[in-house]
């Protein structure tokens, strides 16, 4: 018994720990039940959110638009977002900062800097000395980085969401383009970061425009592969890719659906932007020339004026795509004079002549990278504002040699959608259907190091290797590990971009820095020296490309590995429970089984003459393998007492999984026989060969990073508090200003009531003057001083007055609720004593109310009525000026009081069941007691088969007696299947039972 207890309680160790495990995934799910995705444009963006009841909408800004314009206006005491600060463009253009996302990630030097000087010159960048990257100069007192504005509008978008599904949201998926490099992705993560979210994946938009368009195109994929192309010209730039769709077979869901990214293509300038700043060039021309006689200045020196032009560009580009003409107007763009001009769509395409002929320019490199042809792309869907250009989409419909192009997809709004089922199967406050993405590295990751060989006896010379670490075009997220098999000393190596060929001169200019890390390695000298006994595994460093594209460097280490006898020890405690957990959940105890394997991993081995591709026993050797946490696999070495501490960055001298499985294989074959059968435990001892033991020690690691610094710690925090602190001057201005509306409104409409007719009819002429002094004392005093008063002082403003006009406005308030009121206590009351006198009229013999039920109601209507008419007659003696002794929230607690009583004897009648009737004189039944059940009473049962009817006698009504008194003493009710049933049980009653002498 003892050690059935004893085996027991690991189970109930494990049932708890389950228990506490899922509870405290609830209570952090209590707090996140509504995530969103942010589609970040270059010229607006789209919020979306998912909540319980709310799935994949499309969040309303506050002007009720479906996109908002990304536009900051920042000034010494305010700022404005959206609608708001692209309106202020034209007042403050130096304070309002658009199209801010080209300049993430680039240092001042890069060609995108100067060309966003040369777009927006009203707007003053200076150079950050530490990072080499731009800020935004608005003051002496205001400067902000990229970084940080795009932190704002994170926040804003955070606001936006949190707003309509009113709760907080800190969960969220970001687009980003697919062409952004390592610092900018960084540097996007870096502004979420100060926008306090928390990024569950930076999603490529044109992976979340294909995750949208095919999970709702779910039943049209199957095992055939279907290739569909996305061509996705927005505002900023133009991006083409190659998906294709097909189900495969996943280890956990079966058959699922999958999009693969085969192919991309890019265009950073080739968008809406630049068509528009043609079409303002070409406006600001005509402008000049109109005014050309009269010495005015050059419009372009106007900022102003300027951004007059662009907002018409852009108004203008859009009519175009639907008009041959248009009239461009603008009221006084600049010194109080008008500007007029027409523009045709022939004018406009003359303008955008170059633009239009690099079109076809992705389509070709998407097509390059994923190594198809045109004919095997199926379909090929607009995604984007400025495919609706009709010209764009006449010479693409050349460039694709198709008969039409998709357009069965929401332009605007796909990405968004894509992004927020995303975040819900990231997040898991949801459970949605799996959709398999497999997204493609754009730009390929190597390893490049230098090592001393020997070519000749005594010749040492430096041999330079590279490594792929992801290739282009390969799948992410995944894990490498590259393995260093000749290092015995501290080494540097350097993590650089790989061949960028595809790229053109000046996109490589754009790229910026080729070179990404420095790794410099510190402890891999002291680690061999200290297991000179152990044999060297390598230098193994884990690298990881995460889900957002973004690379680490995991760790580090140095493994060793020797041979060493097994000596039985006893299974731990830990070990057991361990063990225990995976039984009562099916699981295999064997510890390579795959429910216990962790994701497969690619490591790259240094081969044993490791050097360039040119030499042909030089070469790398990728193979799969199971990554399991090397930190557990440590034993300390058998020579070293087992109560000595563990070396300073060794792990935990536990075996994991991953070697008992490799210690296993050995003692499993020397557990059988030659014909399979077990040998004796002597023997079994004999023949046990030693086993592997390894030992990981983490070698320590400087990185430095070589294409763009983080922010530091500290900076990063200043930013944070920063922008906190600008959000909370919001949220105060806010307060302030809705203080100061509410006292303003409320002194206007008590000024105005002060005349009404019902006003004045129940307030004497001193008591109006009074409030009438008091409002506009208010007033003056708003106007003077208001506009330096806090938020306190105005809600104490706003309450003084309330307090003296509350009699007045109670007055007024009881005298509207009286004629509806009273009027629905006189119905109430006539009611109630209808039903009193119905009840008092019912038959003794059928009488369910008691006498004293029927006295209390009619007390309470005696008292509901003398109460009304004393408080109306009281009423009507007080003048209309005074505090009023009928009230309606009086009325209102007599009507429950009287509605009460009726209910409970309406109820009480409701569920009461007819009394019996005397029986018959002549009759010879008994009657059944008054607590026999219904099945007692009333109940017919069928006799089984082979018992006469004469066995058990039915009961049957009496001579005299009539249906309805049957009925009355035995009720029946048929409900659902029992209805058929009883039917069935009285006709074969009626055949079977024998006839009495009155119904012959």
Known sequence: MAATVRRQRPRRIAYWALMATLLADLLALSDALAVMSVDLGSESMKVAIVKPGVPMEIV??????????????????????????????????????????????????NPHVALYRARFPEHELNVDPQRQTVRFQISPQLQFSPEEVLGMVLNYSRSLAEDFAEQPIKDAVITVPAFFNQAERRAVLQAARMAGLKVLQLINDNTATALSYGVFRRKDINTTAQNIMFYDMGSGSTVCTIVTYQTVKTKDAGMQPQLQIRGVGFDRTLGGLEMELRLREHLAGLFNEQRKGQRAKDVRENPRAMAKLLREANRLKTVLSANADHMAQIEGLMDDVDFKAKVTRAEFEELCADLFERVPGPVQHALQSAEMSLDEIEQVILVGGATRVPKVQEVLLKAVRKEELGKNINADEAAAMGAVYQAAALSKAFKVKPFVVRDAVVYPILVEFTREVEEEPGVHSMKHNKRVLFSRMGPYPQRKVITFNRYSHDFNFHINYGDLGFLGPEDLRVFGSQNLTTVKLKGVGDSFKKYPDYESKGIKAHFNLDESGVLSLDRVESVFETLVEDSPEEESTLTKLGNTISSLFGGSTTPDSKENATDAVQEEEESPAE??????????????EAEAPAEDTSQPPPTEPKGDAAPEGEKPPE???????????????????PEGAPTAPEEEKKQKPARKQKLVEEIGVELVVLDLPDLLEEELARSVQRLEDLTFRDLEKQEREKAANSLEAFIFETQDKLYQPEYQEVSTEEQREEISQKLSTVSAWLEDEGFEATTAMLKEKLAELKKLCQ????????????????????????HSSMFL????????????????????????????WAWKNTTTAEQAKLPATEKPVLLSKDIEAKMMALDREVQYLLNKAKFAKPRPRPKDKNGTKTE?????????????????????????????????????????????ELEGPGAAESEQKEQLEGQKRPLKNDEL
């Open 60 to 109: 309303l800004n506050k002007e009720s638009r479906r996109k908002t314009p990304v536009t900051v206006t920042l000034k010494e005491n305010e700022r404005f977002f959206g609608d708001s600060a692209a309106g202020m463009a034209i007042k403050n253009p130096k304070a309002t900062l658009r199209y801010f996302q080209h300049l993430l990630g680039k240092q001042a030097d």
């Open 611 to 624: 050097g360039s591709k040119d030499e042909p026993g030089e070469q790398a050797e990728l193979k799969e």
């Open 655 to 673: 075996k994991d999984g991953e070697d008992k499985a490799e210690d296993q294989k050995p003692s499993e074959k020397g557990e059988a026989g």
């Open 807 to 830: 009699g007045l406005f109670f007055r007024v308030e009881e005298r509207k609720k009286w004629p509806e009121r009273l009027s629905a206590l006189d119905n109430l009351l006539n």
């Open 837 to 864: 006198k119905g009840a008092r009229l019912i038959p003794e013999m059928d009488q369910i109310f008691t006498e004293v039920e029927m006295t209390t109601l009619e007390k309470v209507i005696n008292e509901t």
């Open 928 to 972: 059944p007691p008054l607590n026999a059940s219904a099945s007692e009473q009333g109940e017919k049962v069928i006799p089984p088969a082979g018992q006469t009817e004469e066995a058990k006698p039915i009961s049957e009504p009496k001579k005299g007696e009539t249906g309805s008194e049957a009925a009355d003493k035995e009720p029946l």
